[in-house]
């Protein structure tokens, strides 16, 4: 069955500096997505970034990017230059296949915070 | 990217009345999914909603519960009855990219808290 995990519950970054936030994800399956979103307290789900299994190259979206690391499965969010903005809870996001409709399975969310 | 708004954006109900949410989006789209974040946790797919049929519901969902409604290819609601506290959630609708089918979007939000 497929499962995301993200060990991190919560995590303290100083402006301006880089995070990695972890995800790690299981499947049987060799065609899936991954995805990022944000949730600020509003409750919005902001879509981050997206990576395929069968992309080579890491996905990349301003100062998101996806370390994707197929052997190890893990899906890591790197944000650079991180802005007071970016607190936020961060949700990875998986779907087994790529036409397999809107079904994501949802890890636990990491909770960002971001100091001055 | 797809454009959705739902409406409310939040609500306050009693036990056992029926709220019913409106989810509309600015492009056609086949599929719609509802999805429900209770206080603290992750998403879950309630349900995914295509125009023409009955929606398909996941494990733990049934319709007389969540009953779903898809008139046109930019609008569906989910309506949640007989309302009890653990219903109290943040309801989400949300839609494959029209663009980029790979990528798929959230709406606002509906913040439901049942009294």
């Known amino acids: 069955a497929q499962k995301i995990t993200q060990t991190q519950p919560g995590m303290f970054v100083q402006e301006k500096e880089a995070v990695t936030l972890d995800c790690t994800y299981d499947?049987?399956?060799?065609?899936?997505?991954l995805f990022w979103y944000k949730q600020p307290s509003s409750g919005e789900m902001i879509f981050l970034i997206y990576q395929g299994s069968y992309d080579e190259q890491n996905a990349t979206e301003g100062r998101y990017s996806l370390n994707f690391q197929k052997a190890r499965k893990s899906a890591n969010l790197v944000i650079s230059a991180s802005q007071l903005g970016d607190s936020a809870m961060y949700f990875c996001?998986?779907?087994?296949?790529?036409?397999?409709?809107?079904?994501?399975?949802f890890g636990q969310g990491t909770e960002l915070s971001v100091k001055p | 990217s797809a454009v959705i708004s739902q409406k409310p954006s939040r609500d306050i109900c009693q036990r056992g009345t029926s709220l019913t949410i409106q989810c509309q989006v600015d492009?056609?789209?086949?599929?719609m999914f509802w999805y429900r974040q209770q206080p603290g946790q992750s998403l879950t797919l309630i349900a995914t909603?295509?125009?023409?049929?009955?929606?398909?519901?996941e494990s733990g969902f049934v319709i007389d519960k969540f009953p779903i409604s898809r008139p046109n290819l930019t609008f569906s609601t989910l309506t949640v009855s007989n309302m009890s506290p653990e219903d109290s959630s943040i309801y989400l609708c949300?839609?494959?990219?029209?663009?980029?089918?790979?990528?798929?979007?959230f709406g606002p939000g509906t913040r439901l808290t049942v009294t």
């Open positions: 909603a295509n125009q023409g049929s009955e929606a398909t519901y």
């Open positions: 492009s056609q789209v086949t599929m």
């Open positions: 996001a998986m779907r087994e296949g790529y036409n397999q409709g809107g079904k994501l399975i």
């Open positions: 949300s839609v494959v990219g029209t663009t980029h089918i790979y990528e798929q979007y």
């Open positions: 499947t049987s399956d060799q065609s899936y997505g």
